[in-house]
C-alpha cells in the first residue's frame, strides 16, 4: 500500500486579540518553500517568527482547504472544525450566487419599497446581499441607485452606510426617502463621529439614524465607527477609491 503521507506543516486554531476583542485566526507554521506559495494564495499574510497567522472567514477557510490538499499538514480539531464550516458556508454561498446570475433571485424578506425595483435591479440586489459584496457597472441612467437602496430594504442591512461625492450626498438623502419613506437618514456634518440623534432642547433624544450618508473626504475620520457599526455599505462613484495610499482607500 501506499506510504505514509508527508506532512508540511501545522495548523492551529487561536483568537487574536484587538481593538475591538478577538478575532478568530488560523496559525500555521510550514517549511519554508510551502510558506511562499502559502503567501501567494495569502498575499497579506506576514510571517511572525515563523508563525503565519490567517483571519478566519469563509474564503480563507475554503482557500486553505483547497491549499491543504496540495501540501498536507497536521490539523487541530479546532482549526479542522473552523475551516469546514467555513469552507462549506462558502461552497452554498457560490451556489446561491450562481443561480442569481442566471436569474434565480430568491425572496428575501425585508421592507416594501415604496416604488418596485425592475427586475435586474433585484438582480444585482440579490447578488450583493448573496455575495457579500458587488461592483455594480450598470450604465448612466439605469438605476444604480435603486439597485443599491433595493440592498438597504433587506432585512439585515441596516444599520448601513452611503459613501458618495459631496455633491450627491442630499441627492442620496432624498432617494432613500423616495424609495424607503420613514427610514432614518442622516447626512454626516463634521470629519469625526458624534451623537447622530436629534435635539430636543440641546438633548440628545430618540434614536440614531438607520442610514448614514458621508462623502469620501470625511471616510478615514468614521472609518473605525462604521466598521464596528454598519451591516452594509454602498460606495456610489467608488473611482473615487482607485488609488492606494490616500486616506480614502485606507479609511
Not at 447626512?187 to 462623502?215: C, F, Q, W
Request: charged share 20%; net charge positive; glycine share 10%.
Amino acid at each position: 500500500g501506499a506510504g505514509p503521507v508527508r506532512l508540511y506543516g501545522t495548523v492551529q486554531f487561536g483568537q487574536r486579540e484587538g481593538v475591538l476583542g478577538g478575532r478568530a485566526m488560523f496559525g500555521v507554521r510550514c517549511e519554508p518553500h510551502v510558506s511562499m506559495k502559502l503567501k501567494q494564495v495569502f498575499p497579506k499574510i506576514s510571517p511572525q517568527q515563523g508563525l503565519i497567522t490567517i483571519a478566519v472567514t469563509e474564503d480563507s477557510a475554503r482557500d486553505l482547504e483547497w491549499f491543504l490538499e496540495r501540501y498536507p499538514m497536521q490539523v487541530s480539531p479546532e482549526a479542522l472544525a473552523a475551516m469546514s464550516t467555513g469552507a462549506r458556508a462558502y461552497d452554498r454561498r457560490r451556489q446561491h450566487t450562481q443561480a442569481v446570475m442566471l436569474g434565480q433571485v430568491p425572496p428575501i424578506p425585508g421592507r416594501t419599497m415604496a416604488l418596485p425595483a425592475r427586475s435586474y435591479q433585484e438582480q444585482a440586489a440579490a447578488l450583493a446581499h448573496t455575495s457579500g459584496a458587488l461592483l455594480l457597472a450598470d450604465d448612466l441612467g439605469v438605476g444604480k441607485t435603486c439597485s443599491a437602496i433595493r440592498l438597504l430594504a433587506y432585512e439585515g442591512s441596516l444599520p448601513a452606510a452611503v459613501i458618495c461625492p459631496t455633491h450627491l450626498t442630499r441627492q442620496w438623502a432624498r432617494e432613500l426617502a423616495r424609495f424607503l419613506p420613514g427610514l432614518r437618514v442622516h447626512i454626516a456634518k463634521k470629519g469625526t463621529p458624534y451623537d447622530m440623534r436629534s435635539k430636543v432642547r440641546g438633548v440628545h433624544v430618540g434614536e440614531g439614524p438607520e442610514v448614514v450618508v458621508l462623502n469620501y473626504h470625511k471616510v478615514a475620520g468614521w472609518a473605525e465607527t462604521l466598521a464596528g457599526w454598519a451591516r452594509a455599505i454602498v460606495f456610489d462613484e467608488a473611482q473615487e477609491l482607485r488609488r492606494s495610499g490616500t486616506a480614502k482607500y485606507n479609511g
